[in-house]
């Protein structure tokens, strides 16, 4: 078997023993790939370049007691599929300690496979005719909310002018608000305020139906003409949603439910930017959703900034997509967010927006206003 | 809109701040359902239960700082799905930090919605015709051998009269061992040792593609005679694989793949018990492979025999299934396995078999051997 392109993975080793860095980093190639002792490994495998390969180990400055150990795996054992790298890269070690994944490095030909966003930051632009400052967003909520009123809030939301509606990712399909019929409903009531407005607010219904449900889930919502797909990967696989809305040409955003135990731990797991950033824009995701420092969740500032570099970043011929603080975000916490996160991102404001007045549009307004004070603001002061 | 039946969850609370253990507990009934502050749920949506509800707090003892907090969710919310039970039980929470799921009381109809093994324990050993100790299985490896010597090791071992084979779970549908060949062949290599020995080796190929494959992967191993599926949840995606192996009649074992990050940190994520034992079981898993204590993982051995409880105990109309330990077993372990496990656990050896010897019959041939003097042994001893 001839040798093949190789991917890079940078993985930050916290080690939990006296072992040397040596032996962690062998321990991964040989789990992560052949799973059996190194002695057991027959010759031929070895020099086909199957067995993951240490590429460079750099000590972490004191006093962290942390190695940055690169490792190059074959990109032909992923075979563009999204199971397959995320066993490869996460599998059996993600049962150990002590390891981050903290840079992924995948071959051009892996990133022209896996595609990322069908859109794009540009393209999203382009669709609704925003330029020149951040996105709005919100979520149409509580759980157990009527479709009529949950159809009223969107409604609202679009008259005053907001960019981006999504369904409270705890939508899915339950009786009490059926899918077809909320996501018929919503998309009419935002379909007939765009027409009032003659804006183009864009709607992102949850989509996270069973195996057998899911496909005519997204195929219904483009039915529909709802502009893209809410989709928790790790719900409802991690490759399930990027294929079905690439298939029916929606947007994907993604949400973080389920991805956390990735995070809590800074010595073990995914860090955000790597998972909800660069994988998920990889994978295809158009606006990635993340829970924002000074929210209700652990990120700190780093962090966030990090996740937004690696939506944003060049990266070979993957588009560039928006990241999207969440999370417990206010109205009065804008200026900080344009501060933070600049024009490219999209603003997630959900409960906030609640409190801020019973009237939909009325909240929506004080939202894109802040918004556009902030940038003007900041372009004042440039 | 009227209530509804209620699950039951118990989190292991530690809590990361100076806020009194109900604000806490409070956090998660709102954030894991409605998502918005307690003062902007509708009062209908209260009234309804929407809401998930504090049953009780009980403190650990000390010197833990945790407290064990029940709460219960309506069971309409999650409609019988999984995506749909993970998001409201650990969703965004899995965001936060000192949350451990620790039990998952599902209400009989959900256990009958979701089902579990189609086979179970009983189901299984009367397809191998098998009684009184436990199972042999083991893995064929290295990723990246030829089907030719993937086939032999499969034959060899079946020959030898291990009751189970299953493909290493990084052996996906790579080029230099596509799916269909390879499941093909296995497959008739297994089939042709079971003529001659008169026993009935079962087969789980890995089944792992991409959401447009993984259907007619299913199919084509269902057509091939194999009894069942290997599939990693987590990779795959968590309902997927169990839908489909169910639709093809497939039994199923389950991989940990990319699950770890709920297990390495004592205070936060899935305990193993709940999410390989419980939840896999209740969703269908007729073997659930872990890493047992002593080998290459983490898992203490209260945490694996908390696991073999979990896929054992009466659970409503739930057949039990096999624990499945692995991950750095030896012939030699066996005795302290069927100590630590007893006759109803399906004991999974790998690279030690292939260091046993280099012919696969010899070394299944001594796996078996072990097994039934320790059985013997064990009840010469009682």
Known sequence: MPSAPRFHILYRITPDDSRPIEAHAKDICLEETVEIPGDCVPPAIWEAGIVGQVEAITPCAPPSRAFDVAISYRADITND???????????NISIRRGIKIIDIRLT???????????????????????????????????????????ARLAGGYALGGLDVIKDDHGLMDQHFHPFQERVARVQEA?????????????????????????????????????????IAPMLIGPDTGFHL????????MTH????????????????????????????GADI?????????????????????VAMREPLGDVKPGFPSPAGGMTIEKIDSLV???GDDAVFLIGGALMRHSPDPEIGARAFITAIEQAVSGGKAAE
Do not use: W
């Not at 330029?131 to 949950?150: D, E, F, M, W, Y």
């Not at 809305?245 to 994907?252: D, H």
């Not at 959703?289 to 937004?308: H, K, M, S, Y």
């Open 81 to 91: 599929s999204i199971p397959n790298l995320l066993n490869i890269i996460f599998g």
């Open 190 to 230: 935002i379909r007939n305020a765009n027409a009032k407005t003659g804006r183009k607010t864009l709607y992102f219904p949850m989509i996270a139906g069973r195996f057998d449900q899911i496909e005519a889930q997204m195929d219904y919502a483009r039915a529909e003409g709802c502009a893209g797909a809410l």
């Open 339 to 341: 501060a933070a996160f």
């Open 108 to 150: 051009p030909d892996q990133l022209r496979a896996f595609g990322g966003p069908r859109f794009g930051t540009a393209g999203l632009r382009a669709a609704l005719g925003v330029h020149g400052r951040p996105l709005a967003a919100t979520a149409i909520k509580p759980l157990g909310l009527s479709v009529q009123a949950l």
């Open 245 to 252: 809305a690439r298939k029916y040409g929606l947007a994907v």
């Open 256 to 283: 973080p439910s389920f991805t956390g135990t990735h995070f809590h731990d800074p010595e073990h797991g995914i860090t955000p930017a790597m998972l909800l950033g660069r994988l998920f824009r990889v994978f």
């Open 288 to 308: 990635s959703v993340f829970p924002n420092a000074g929210g209700r969740f652990t990120f700190t500032p780093d962090e966030c900034q990090d996740l937004a």
